[in-house]
């Protein structure tokens, strides 16, 4: 039962464009949205959160962009750089719960 | 200030062992989370824990697995009797409060992870 979904695993995206990370979840009690950004061998760090009482949240050069009616959230990196290559992972809280849910990743490269 | 410390980074068990995974939050955090990830799969909660006591441990397998958070020490998640398919990577994390508190602004802060190989 993946309540939080990434339905693209992977995406190549050129240095100086934007990169456009998407997510999708089913449960209509989440409230609170995170993205995570992971390298190999190392735990997520933290990227940037949303709350379900905005559409957006702009940190540096991350956007975090939230649609409660389509549940869909996407995260836009513009401009791209090499180092944003990893794995992404959209995750999500419902308000009650002990947890988030983790949607499956997208490995992001960044072409130089 | 040392972040979330796990360890050991990597732990080769052959079927039938005990595997011992810890994690030593970060300082002033009382609340830890054990995940794990499968191959080609996302984070998936097991089991969070304050000290000395278990919140909600509705991910955790019912059998084989434990969780056990001391007063002193670290966090401990032991899987008795490992079988092929434990093989994974163990994600600790730790906050100071709550997920499910209504925090704004918050994020867990996650250990590097132990990599189980059950052979």
């Known amino acids: 039962d993946q309540q939080v979904k990434q339905n693209s695993p992977s995406l190549s995206v050129q240095e100086g464009r934007i990169s456009i990370l998407n997510c999708d979840y089913t449960?209509?009690?989440?409230?609170?949205f995170l993205w995570y950004k992971k390298y190999p061998a190392e735990g997520p760090t933290f990227l940037i959160s949303?709350?379900?009482?905005?559409d957006k949240n702009e940190d540096g050069r991350f956007t975090v962009f939230l649609n409660k009616s389509a549940k869909h959230l996407s995260l836009h990196i513009v401009p791209s750089q090499p180092g944003d290559s990893a794995v992404y992972f959209c995750?999500?809280?419902?308000?009650?719960?002990?947890?988030?849910?983790f949607g499956t990743g997208t490995s992001l490269t960044v072409i130089p | 200030n040392a972040g979330v410390m796990q360890n050991p980074r990597h732990l080769v068990r052959r079927r039938g062992q005990e595997a011992r995974l810890r994690c030593s939050p970060m300082?002033?955090?009382?609340?830890v989370y054990w995940y794990r990830q499968l191959p080609e799969e996302g984070l998936k909660f097991m089991v969070y824990l304050q000290k000395e006591n278990i919140i909600d441990e509705s991910g955790m397998p019912k059998e084989r697995f434990s969780a056990e958070f001391p007063k002193e020490g670290p966090s401990i998640l032991r899987i008795q009797q490992v079988v092929r398919g434990d093989s994974a990577a163990y994600f600790c994390?730790?906050?100071?409060?709550?997920?499910?508190?209504?925090?704004?602004?918050?994020?867990?802060?996650f250990g590097s992870g132990t990599r189980l190989t059950v052979v």
């Open positions: 994390a730790s906050s100071r409060k709550n997920a499910g508190q209504g925090v704004k602004n918050y994020g867990y802060t």
């Open positions: 449960n209509s009690m989440f409230d609170y």
């Open positions: 300082k002033g955090h009382s609340h």
């Open positions: 949303i709350s379900s009482i905005k």
């Open positions: 995750a999500a809280r419902a308000n009650t719960g002990n947890q988030f849910y």
